[in-house]
């Protein structure tokens, strides 16, 4: 009888310190969830791309709850930076330059960052005299980063952005076409 009591309170300790450790690895799962990069960047793009006051309200809603789950400091000044243009229209920099902090801020975490740093910064550079070089720098990389990707989608935005050379009236929807294939 005292073997049997024996056996069951090991089984029972057994099973107490793997529901201990069951829930030990839950919870750390919980506080190390993925940052929601990916979903910053989607959303940034979807409330640039918002015209509805409900579709635009929404975004808002999600992007500043994204923002707050991020927890970096970095991408919730740039977000308020952001919401100071958002009641009339913010410029298509402010979108770019949330994605761009993002994406700097969680470099490891972003597939194809330097692409997407590149490609930000031909758009910011490009046309600029005083940034010649660092555009020179920018485009070069990203149109090679472009070729080794090998994803035709992105290689057929790329060439109409490179096309439009700056000046047609779409070169930044091309841009954010581009960022969301890249994200992908």
Do not use: H
Not at 23 to 37: D, F, G, H, N, Y
Not at 56 to 68: G, Q
Not at 113 to 124: D, E, P, Q
């Amino acid at each position: 009888m005292t073997v049997q009591r024996g056996i069951g309170t090991i089984i029972f300790s057994i099973i107490g310190i793997i529901i201990i450790f069951i829930a030990v690895v839950i919870i750390l799962k919980v506080v190390r969830s993925e940052p929601p990069v990916t979903d910053i960047i989607y959303k940034t793009i979807d409330l640039r791309k918002a015209s509805d006051p409900v579709e635009r309200a929404d975004s808002i809603t999600a992007l500043d709850e994204l923002v707050s789950k991020s927890g970096n400091e970095d991408i919730k000044g740039q977000w308020d930076r952001m919401m100071q243009c958002l009641s009339s229209s913010c410029p298509d920099e402010a979108f770019l330059d949330l994605i761009l902090v993002t994406v700097a801020s969680y470099e490891k975490d972003v597939q194809n960052s330097a692409l997407l740093v590149n490609v930000i910064a031909t758009n910011k550079y490009w046309g600029n005299p005083e940034r010649l070089l660092d555009f020179s720098r920018a485009l070069s990389m990203a149109n090679e980063q472009v070729k080794l990707l090998e994803d035709r989608k992105v290689e057929k935005i790329w060439e109409s952005i490179v096309a439009c050379n700056n000046v047609c009236p779409e070169k930044n929807n091309y841009y954010f076409d581009l960022i969301r294939a890249i994200v992908q």
